[in-house]
C-alpha cells in the first residue's frame, strides 16, 4: 500500500556528518506529519525530529541544533542531516509517515530503519 525506505545509514567517527533519507512510495494521497525516530539498544524508540507539510519542525532536546530535517513534499521526501555527532547518537534510526492513502483513510507508516554507530 505504501512503502518508506530510509537510506544514508552506516559508521561515522564522533564530531562527523550524516544525512539520511527517506522516500515514501504507493498509494499516496497526501502526506501530513514526516519523522524520524530511533532506537538504541536497549532503550524505547524516541522522537528525534517532525516536519509537519508546511515545514513547521519539531526536535528533541538532545539533537537541537546539530539535527536538520527537511522534506521534499513533490518527492516525497524526508531528511534528516545530522552534524557533530556523538557516540549516544548510535541508534536505528526509523522514518515515519502520517499518510492519506484516499481522501477519507490514512494511516501512520514506518520503514525498515537504518542503523547509525557513532564510534571511533
Known amino acids: 500500500q505504501v512503502q518508506l525506505v530510509e537510506s544514508g545509514g552506516g559508521l561515522v567517527q564522533p564530531g562527523g556528518s550524516l544525512g539520511l533519507s527517506c522516500v515514501a512510495s504507493g498509494r499516496i494521497f497526501s502526506i501530513n506529519d514526516m519523522a524520524w525516530y530511533r532506537q538504541a539498544p536497549g532503550k524505547p524508540r524516541e522522537l528525534v525530529a517532525s516536519v509537519l507539510s508546511g515545514g513547521s519542525t519539531n526536535y528533541a532536546h538532545s539533537v537541537k541544533g546539530r539535527f536538520t530535517i527537511s522534506r521534499d513534499n513533490a518527492a516525497n521526501t524526508v531528511y534528516l542531516q545530522m552534524n557533530n555527532l556523538k557516540p549516544e547518537d548510535t541508534a536505528v534510526y526509523y522514518c515515519?509517515?502520517?499518510?492519506?492513502?484516499?481522501?477519507?483513510?490514512?494511516?501512520?507508516?514506518w520503514g525498515p530503519g537504518t542503523r547509525i554507530t557513532v564510534s571511533s
Open positions: 515515519n509517515a502520517d499518510v492519506a492513502w484516499s481522501p477519507t483513510n490514512r494511516d501512520v507508516f
